[in-house]
């Protein structure tokens, strides 16, 4: 079946692959843990792109039906195949909303995100994904 509104034309993905990858550049010298702090300022752009950079899918439904977009694929599986798991911690800041949003691939990011943020153990506002973990704005993390 054909969807013509189901069409994804941005490239946001690929510009979050492209952090990923550079930061993955500047990083892989270092011993773990390595982090990435992605601070989103860009109205198009959310941590759902992050997610899908990683996962290569992105579904979109509602109560009439769902539909996997997987153009990403290529950008998962390909381009930042082997660099998005040796980042331990990924910490995305979104200005917009003021939310932060924790993924860990490793085990050493998992013990580092709930570590320095102890709020990120509670399950409240976790999307889909065990290894996102979303904090309210008013949530201080116990380092400030």
Request: avoid cysteine.
């Amino acid at each position: 079946m054909h969807y013509p509104f189901a069409h994804r034309t941005d490239n946001a993905v690929s510009r979050v692959a492209d952090k990923i990858h550079q930061a993955y550049r500047q990083l892989k010298d270092y011993p773990p843990p390595r982090a990435l702090i992605l601070l989103n300022h860009d109205s198009l752009v959310d941590v759902k792109d992050l997610e899908e950079a990683f996962t290569g899918e992105q579904v979109y439904a509602n109560a009439v039906f769902s539909y996997v977009n997987t153009v990403s694929k290529k950008i998962a599986h390909g381009k930042i195949k082997e660099e998005k798991g040796k980042i331990d911690l990924y910490i995305w800041i979104d200005r917009r909303t003021e939310y932060i949003s924790f993924r860990y691939p490793t085990q050493i990011g998992h013990n580092l995100a709930h570590s320095l943020f102890p709020e990120s153990n509670s399950n409240q506002g976790s999307n889909a994904s065990s290894q996102t973990k979303w904090l309210h704005p008013t949530t201080t993390p116990s380092w400030f």
